[in-house]
């Protein structure tokens, strides 16, 4: 039969063992977490000698605490053009509570006090976890379907990709809204939600309301102005192998995109290292430039080509080509 | 003779136990500040029907001492669990360890070794047993509470 005093000092050996294990969140005690607390006394009594009393147990269970936060992670507006499709915007999803938690999604595009509004076509959940997008790798939201599931003290990236519209015009901005939701509950602080908590734990909801919302913003350029390069190349035998003495033509493509008008563009390309530039090969539209600063729009500077381009309206398409030697 | 000793042993803790006429009860309540429909905030003491990280907690000890005899040197422990935070107690006379009931003292007089070999002065939340040592007996018929406080981790 134990003595009384060895009841505590097994409780205080307890607590000694036990008082370096516990995890240190900034969420605050995981959900479930026991908080058990009991005392001890010691006395004599004149006549009878050394005694101790042990309190009753007295046992606390750590309810969850649910708390959820958005915030956008694309820097500042995203510049886009009329009509351009699968725009991105980063956003991250946060569990700041104590348990386990699924979130619900929904990106909004319809919102008052912006110029236009963008048509969301998908959120997509950063599911390899490098936070950057990777189309056909990281997973669709379906809502209700895959709803995220964080962890406490957890974060994911969280993309939605919109179609501007057609009709956006020059400096207008367009918003979106992310939000995210406690799936067990949300509301007002400290609304709880009975047995629905991790483990069967009470869910409470915390500051945050359980919900979250962040905005993000589209912002429509005027104009912008995309290039896409490409190479052949042929070798002194008739083939296609890049050898000494063998000509690459490089065909540069210039596209406008957006509305409205470029002034003055310019192409300016300088000649890769390891190749010289075959005099006289500027081509603009199939139409020959000579190389000479002159009366015409090609030019070939010692270091590279140069094409003034004029003014460019949306939809405009230029094609450059110039050659190379392989040296 | 030789099988009288352990005997012996036994029948002590069996004497102390007959004398164990003080009772010691443990409950807790978490504090709420309400605001009524005037504004007027007040704290409230509830039973910890719900309790979430950064609740604060008051424990309370009730003593009571049932026996015909005075009960002398009465000091009462109770360690700070793992999941709270201690925050102070009501009682002046109330000592505090910070090494798992090894050394007992005031909190100012305990200090903590940091990381890069410096000191730095014990906080609250470094309690890890808080206890109660009384210099008078507890008459018979005599009752009293205790109290301390904490915070949910």
């Known amino acids: 039969m134990p003595g009384p005093a060895s009841a505590l000092k097994g409780a205080l050996l307890g607590a000694v063992t036990a008082g370096f294990a ?5 969420a605050g005690t995981l959900a479930g977490t026991n908080i058990t607390t009991v005392a001890t006394a010691t006395y004599d009594i004149p006549g009878s000698g050394a005694a101790s009393v042990t309190s009753n147990s007295v046992t606390l269970r750590v309810d969850e605490l649910l708390d959820v936060s958005v915030a956008r992670t694309s820097p500042g507006d995203v510049i886009t053009f009329p009509g351009a499709t699968g725009q991105l915007l980063s956003f991250t999803i946060s569990n700041a509570g104590n348990g386990s938690e699924r979130l619900a ?4 595009d319809a919102i008052g006090g912006d110029q236009f509004d963008p048509s969301v076509n998908a959120i997509v959940l950063d599911s390899n976890g490098n936070g950057a997008y990777d189309a056909g790798v990281d997973t669709l939201y379906v ?20 179609s501007m519209p057609v009709a956006s015009l020059n400096g207008q901005r367009g918003q979106i809204d992310l939000t995210a939701v406690a799936v067990t509950g949300s509301g007002a602080p400290g609304t709880s939600f009975a047995g629905q908590g991790q483990g069967g734990v009470n869910a409470v909801v915390g500051a945050t309301g359980a919900d979250g919302v962040a905005s993000g913003f ?8 995309s290039f896409v390069k490409s190479a052949t190349v042929a070798d002194p035998f008739g083939g296609a192998t ?6 690459i033509t490089y065909t540069v493509t210039a596209t406008v995109n957006g509305s409205g008008s470029l002034l003055n563009v310019r192409v300016a390309d300088p000649i890769p290292a390891g190749s010289t530039y075959v005099p006289g090969s500027i081509t603009l539209e199939g139409a020959a430039l000579s190389d000479a ?8 500077t010692g270091t590279g080509i140069s094409v003034a381009l004029g003014t460019l309206a949306t939809g405009a398409t230029r094609a450059i080509t110039f050659k190379v030697q392989i040296d | 003779m030789r099988y009288l ?26 504090e709420r500040v309400k605001e009524d429909a005037s504004g007027k905030r007040s704290t409230v003491l509830e039973p910890p029907r719900v309790v979430t990280p950064g609740d604060r907690l008051l424990f309370e000890l009730s003593y009571k001492n ?6 002398a040197d009465f000091v009462v422990t109770n360690p700070i669990p793992d999941a709270v935070a201690y925050a102070g107690v009501e009682d002046e006379g109330a000592l505090v360890s910070i090494d798992q009931g090894k050394s007992w003292g005031t909190l100012a007089s305990f200090s903590v070794r940091n990381a890069d070999g410096t000191f730095r002065p014990a906080q609250p939340s470094d309690v890890t047993h808080v206890r109660w040592s009384f210099s008078k007996p507890i008459d018979a018929g005599e009752t009293g509470k205790l109290s301390f406080r904490g915070v949910v981790k």
């Open chain 1, 105 to 108: 999604l929904a990106a909004r």
């Open chain 1, 218 to 225: 589209y912002a429509v350029a005027n104009i912008a102005l």
């Open chain 1, 143 to 162: 809502a209700g379907s895959n709803d995220p599931q964080l962890a406490p003290d957890s974060s994911l990236a969280v993309f939605v990709l919109s």
């Open chain 1, 242 to 247: 890049s050898v000494p003495g063998g000509t």
């Open chain 2, 5 to 30: 000793l352990p005997l012996l042993f036994l029948l002590a803790p069996a004497a102390a136990l007959a004398g164990n006429n003080v009772t010691l009860a443990s409950s807790v309540f978490v």
């Open chain 1, 293 to 300: 600063n002159d009366g015409d729009a090609g030019a070939f």
């Open chain 2, 66 to 71: 049932a026996g015909a005899e005075p009960a």
């Open chain 1, 22 to 26: 516990a995890p240190a969140f900034a």
